[in-house]
């Protein structure tokens, strides 16, 4: 039933996005090594911290809870892990790659998303050279907070009732994913204001470089999302339900 | 997996290649360059004095050992994935067919 809405909406998306679109030169990705001032990269950095703490008690209470969903939460981490190493090319004739966190955070909730997301930051940060330690707050609270949040709660509000579930996942990972780069494009908006127009025209700019981009690789971080899930919901509803009743619970 | 399933599986992985096929196709003159260029650049406009005050502590030498890096990480996630599904899949078959003996 879904596929039908799916792939006609797709396309249709597509053909809009590549008439409207002028080809440019720009690379999305992460805020790089000391491109934020000092005060900005403290600021997001102290914003980000309890986040992380409280992360790793929510994935320490849902281990104990539920020991055999551990190869599961593995299994969110992983599919983060490798949708952020994949980088797409995208209308805008540059590249950059998904986020991958919108699964986790539907899954296990957006704390413990919050965790593996930022882990897959600081990989990225110390072996790649992509992203940065002084900015790894900025870039965690965009993509390990602000993202699988979103995601967490578009995935409530539509799928209410259980029904929809396949079109509330594709719309929590495609916003999450848009929305980190959205958040992005703020905090350099924040960080260099424009002379004339301020915050406000800086962030036209910047979410002109980052945020356009991402569009076409939101929507398929939102079906390879749907993907996964119903893999999962073939050979392993137990857990799934199981983890989704005890956040129904809190 | 049902039937309608798989057709959803095969519809969906043709469109995330058509999307990132499309581009390559449509957009010619363009490197689909991944370094931070452009982002540098509007930083370079608005704040012509900023200078980055903190270097990458390791940069991988050149192009090749990037892409090596980036195609471990890529590695490293799939195999973990391939790895979980392997054992779901094998355990609820298992699981299938214990219901069925003692039926």
């Known amino acids: 039933m879904k ?16 008439s409207v679109n002028t080809p440019q030169t720009a690379h999305a990705m992460h805020i790089m090594e000391g491109f934020l001032p000092v005060g900005w990269a403290v600021f997001w950095w102290v914003l980000f911290l309890p986040f992380f703490l409280l992360g790793l008690r929510e994935i320490q209470r849902t281990t104990r809870a539920n020991p055999e ?54 990989f990225q940060a110390l072996l790649l050279a ?17 993202g699988p949040f979103v995601a967490y709660g578009v995935y409530r509000l539509l799928s209410r009732g259980g029904k929809r579930q396949k079109l509330a996942v594709f719309a929590a990972a495609a916003l999450a994913d848009l929305s980190t780069y959205l958040v992005t494009s703020l905090q350099l908006a924040l960080a260099f204001p424009a002379e004339s127009g301020g915050v406000l025209a800086s962030f036209a700019k910047f979410a002109g470089i980052f945020a356009l981009t991402q569009v076409p690789l939101a929507i398929s971080e ?9 893999w999962l919901h073939a050979y392993n509803r137990t857990e799934m339900e199981q983890l989704m009743a005890a956040k129904r619970g809190v | ?72 990480q890529a590695a490293i996630g799939a195999g973990v994935i391939g790895y979980a599904f392997g054992f779901f899949r094998g355990r609820s078959t298992k699981k299938g067919r214990t219901n069925e003996d003692s039926v």
Do not use: C
């Not at chain 1, 992509?130 to 602000?146: D, F, K, Q, R, Y």
């Not at chain 2, 969906?12 to 990132?20: D, G, M, Q």
């Not at chain 2, 360059?33 to 990458?56: K, M, N, T």
């Open chain 1, 3 to 18: 596929r039908k809405v799916f792939v006609p909406m797709g396309i249709a998306a597509m053909v809009l996005y590549l």
């Open chain 1, 69 to 122: 969903t551990k190869l599961l939460l593995g299994l969110v981490g992983a599919f983060a892990f490798v949708l952020s190493a994949l980088k797409l090319p995208s209308v805008t004739g540059s590249s950059s790659h998904p986020t991958g966190t919108g699964l986790g955070a539907v899954l296990f909730g957006p704390l413990t998303m919050g965790v593996l997301g930022s882990l897959v930051l600081l």
């Open chain 1, 130 to 146: 992509h992203g940065g330690l002084t900015t790894l707050g900025a870039n965690a609270i965009s993509m390990a907070v602000v």
């Open chain 1, 222 to 230: 939102g079906l390879l999302t749907v993907l996964v899930w119903n």
């Open chain 2, 1 to 72: 997996m049902g039937k309608s399933n798989r057709y959803l599986t095969i519809a969906i992985l043709l469109v995330v290649i058509l999307l990132a096929v499309l581009p390559l196709a449509f957009i010619h003159g363009s490197e689909f360059g991944g370094s931070d260029d452009a982002a540098e650049e509007a930083v370079g406009q608005l704040a012509p004095d900023y200078e980055p005050w903190f270097q990458p502590i390791f940069e991988p030498p050149g192009a090749e050992t990037e892409s090596l890096l980036f195609a471990l």
